[in-house]
Nanobody, 120 residues
Framework: QVQVVEAGGGSVQAGGSLRLSCTVS????????MAWHRQVPGKQRELVAH???????NYADSVKGRFTISRDNATYSVYLEMNSLQPEDTAVYYC??????????????WGRGTQVTVSL
């Protein structure tokens, strides 16, 4: 069993910052790509950023230059530093990870989400 748990969401004024964290736990061999997604009610879930096990990153155009994704392979954690937050960043943010569980089988695992609210 694999658990993915996010933390760090909250409410902030436009221009402010938040740092999200996510930790994978349970029974697994390793964690490959980790990612942050977000979803606004009534809209498709979108990929915000992802990071490979070697540290290569990709960002959605809407967050480039403002958000930074990082990971700690020793603790199976991924982080999202969000700066210059704007109201359009308001969403539920979800952590996802490709987790190697057994016999080279990979589970794509999701957290339950953490709310980020940015006000004017």
């Amino acid at each position: 069993q694999v658990q993915v748990v996010e933390a760090g969401g909250g409410s902030v004024q436009a221009g402010g910052s938040l740092r999200l964290s996510c930790t994978v736990s349970g029974s697994f061999v390793g964690v490959d790509i980790m990612a942050w997604h977000r979803q606004v009610p009534g809209k498709q879930r979108e990929l915000v950023a992802h990071i490979t096990s070697s540290g290569n990153t990709n960002y959605a155009d809407s967050v480039k230059g403002r958000f930074t994704i990082s990971r700690d392979n020793a603790t199976y954690s991924v982080y999202l530093e969000m700066n210059s937050l704007q109201p359009e960043d308001t969403a539920v943010y979800y952590c996802a990870a490709n987790v190697l569980v057994v016999d080279h089988r990979v589970n794509h695992s999701w957290g339950r989400g953490t709310q980020v609210t940015v006000s004017l």
